[in-house]
């Protein structure tokens, strides 16, 4: 074959060029693919240890009994808000029914009640009544 002549030098190529001493040992008549895992698997077992090693990379684990102290202190402060919330309305309302006279408290108190007795009478919706179970009969 007329290429075997011009590609000799390949024939004696490699990437690291033995010493004397490795030439001797026969050094790259060896399995170049064994080397190659073994080196691949002691730097892939390496960085893994070393990855493992840093400490409080993610959020924390709360343990139980302190989640619901969290918990409770949380609803604690939102039941005080909705009692401030609360208070705040009545006193508004409060402070606008004093500012009105008397003939005018009296109408809102007869408005009041006809509007709640008239409530009370008043038809379902038709939404829920075509959405509430059927009783048996």
Known sequence: MWFKNKLFFLD???????CEKEKRR???????AKKIVYFILIFSISFSTFSQDKKGTGPKE?????????????RKEAREKRRK???ERKAIKAYHKRLQTKKVRKRMKSSKRTAILH???????FYKRMFKKKKKT
């Open 26 to 32: 026969g050094f790259f008549k060896t399995n170049y």
């Open 62 to 74: 709360k343990s139980v009994s302190g989640q619901r102290k969290i918990e409770k202190a949380l």
């Open 119 to 125: 409530n009370e009478n008043r038809r379902e919706p």
């Open 12 to 18: 004696d190529w490699h990437p690291f060029p033995p």
């Open 85 to 87: 919330e609360r208070a």
